[in-house]
């Protein structure tokens, strides 16, 4: 098992997830040509149906829905990897592997139920007998809408133009409501309540309240530290090295213009990521951070 703990700790929450689906597309490829004409029936067992009465008759799809892919719609596949791996990272770097997990596993097992029950409750959505949920779509849409609330600042480079991470996430779910016919199907819907959802435990969590601590588990390795649990060690080390009046660093740590340099830096690493610093940016940082 420890090529497993060495994948978990290299790759994280999402780089689990991106397997398991890249795995799963693999088999259903295999399954096609294996059960031929049974394949449709198949493939409507283990998506997610939006009608609470067929979701009792088959309880698992709620678990294998997202690991559903069309075996001729590979662009989707690769389409929802991009972005499972864009922002599910983006969100890793600031809050740690640990909430990432909670917030994929919220999304892909808890988002659902609620999908349902607006799909349910709502008059403009189809739910016919081929109305089932399938893919990372709705994961995905989940994890745009907690991206661009933890930091809407952050900025792309596309071409020449740095573009803050808000406007990228709001164009993707735009150009994906429209081929999904906006809130007339489920995946529509899920482009609206997805970023909903993302939005609301991000808010939880930055008012002291992690809604996804329950399904955070301990096989995932918290290899980062929140954004503000960080600077604050990392000023609170500057001080120690103060108070210590430890020779040669005490002149560096004390000095006024590092202490604003610091502040300077972690503001940007809020707004752009800690890639956003040039190499400089990210030596100085090293240096006043170090003990």
């Avoid at 990432?100 to 988002?111: C, D, E, N, P, V």
């Avoid at 918290?222 to 600077?231: C, E, I, N, Q």
């Amino acid at each position: 098992m420890q090529w497993y703990k060495r994948f978990l700790e290299k790759y994280g929450a999402v780089g689990l997830t991106m397997s398991l689906a890249a795995i799963a597309y693999i088999a259903v490829i295999l399954l096609q040509g294996i059960l031929a004409d049974g394949f449709n029936d198949f493939y409507n067992r283990v998506t997610l149906p939006m009608k609470f009465g067929e979701v009792v008759q088959q309880p698992w799809s709620l678990f294998t829905y997202w690991l559903a892919a069309h075996p001729f719609a590979i662009w989707i596949l690769v389409i929802d990897m991009v972005l499972l791996y864009t922002f599910g990272s983006i969100i890793n770097a600031l809050l740690g592997d640990r909430f990432t997990q909670g917030l994929i596993l919220f999304s892909l097992i808890i988002a659902p139920i609620f999908l349902m029950l607006v799909a349910n409750v709502l008059p403009t959505v189809e739910l016919t007998e081929n109305a089932h949920l399938f893919g990372l779509h709705l994961l995905n849409c989940t994890l745009i809408g907690a991206a661009i609330t933890l930091a809407p600042r952050y900025e792309f480079q596309i071409i020449r133009w740095r573009v803050p991470l808000v406007y990228v996430g709001i164009t993707i779910l735009v150009f994906a409501a429209i081929p999904y016919r906006a809130i007339w199907t489920v995946h529509g819907l899920a482009t609206f309540l997805g970023p909903l959802i993302g939005f609301g435990i991000l808010r939880f969590k930055q008012n002291g309240t992690d809604v996804t601590r329950w399904l955070q588990l301990s096989i995932f390795p918290d290899k980062s530290v929140p954004t503000a649990v960080r600077d604050e060690r990392i000023r609170v080390r500057v001080r120690e090295r103060a108070e210590r009046k430890e020779p040669v660093t005490i002149k560096k740590a004390a000095r006024p213009s590092d202490a604003d340099e610091l502040d300077r830096l972690l503001d940007k690493i809020n707004e752009v990521g800690y890639d956003g610093l040039s190499k400089k940016e990210k030596e100085t940082l090293d240096r006043l951070s170090k003990d």
